[in-house]
T-cell receptor
Framework: DQQVKQNSPSLSVQEGRISILNCDYT??????FLWYKKYPAEGPTFLIS?????DKNEDGRFTVFLNKSAKHLSLHIVPSQPGDSAVYFC?????????????FGKGTKLSVKP | EAGVAQSPRYKIIEKRQSVAFWCNPI?????LYWYQQILGQGPKLLIQ????????DSQLPKDRFSAERLKGVDSTLKIQPAKLEDSAVYLC????????????FGSGTRLTVV
């Protein structure tokens, strides 16, 4: 049973445009959500997170939106740059993120074309 | 700050053989995690240590997988005997405490079982 779903395996965007990566979850006990970015042959790196008490968190070019009623979150990258090309994983946690057992989605491969 | 070190980077073994992976976390990080990432999937937690004690090993296949963290620093993950379905990238991560947003991942060990 997949609790965190990323239904788009890949996304291609033109440089300078907006990239929108989507994530759905099924477990209503999740209260903390994170996005990780992964380059080939490297481990995932933390990108941005959001608590369930918020509906938006912004960090530079990256914004995460959370819709609790729809159990849906999205990552917006504006403007997209070629260096953003990577696999993006959505992850969810309980207990406000204070416990380390993250549940990951399968990832979305983003390609930003110059 | 040095990152999470893992070795080896790659390993190819035959089924039924044994294999061990090593992880050296960031200095001072009390919490250490081992994740398994099968191709096309997101990382899945195998085991979480807090110092040298096990916090969560509910998803560790204990009939063939074992892990230890001696002296609360380095950790080893062993598979004995290996099966074809164990082919995956094994990621080690560490954090100061148990928070999911504080993870730093290593580059992983890619295991191929033939």
């Amino acid at each position: 049973d997949q609790q965190v779903k990323q239904n788009s395996p890949s996304l291609s965007v033109q440089e300078g445009r907006i990239s929108i990566l989507n994530c759905d979850y099924t477990n209503s006990m999740f209260d903390y959500f994170l996005w990780y970015k992964k380059y080939p042959a490297e481990g995932p790196t933390f990108l941005i997170s959001i608590s369930s008490i918020k509906d938006k968190n912004e960090d530079g070019r990256f914004t995460v939106f959370l819709n609790k009623s729809a159990k849906h979150l999205s990552l917006h990258i504006v403007p997209s740059q070629p260096g953003d090309s990577a696999v993006y994983f959505c992850a969810a946690s309980r207990y406000g993120g204070s416990q380390g057992n993250l549940i990951f989605g399968k990832g979305t491969k983003l390609s930003v074309k110059p | 700050e040095a990152g999470v070190a893992q070795s080896p980077r790659y390993k190819i073994i035959e089924k039924r053989q044994s294999v061990a992976f090593w992880c050296n976390p960031i200095s001072g990080h009390a919490t250490l995690y081992w994740y398994q990432q099968i191709l096309g999937q997101g990382p899945k937690l195998l085991i979480q240590f807090q110092n040298n004690g096990v916090v969560d090993d509910s998803q560790l296949p204990k009939d063939r997988f074992s892990a230890e963290r001696l002296k609360g620093v380095d950790s080893t993950l062993k598979i004995q005997p290996a099966k074809l379905e164990d082919s995956a990238v094994y990621l080690c991560a560490s954090s100061l405490t148990g928070e999911g947003y504080g993870y730093t991942f290593g580059s992983g060990t890619r295991l191929t079982v033939v």
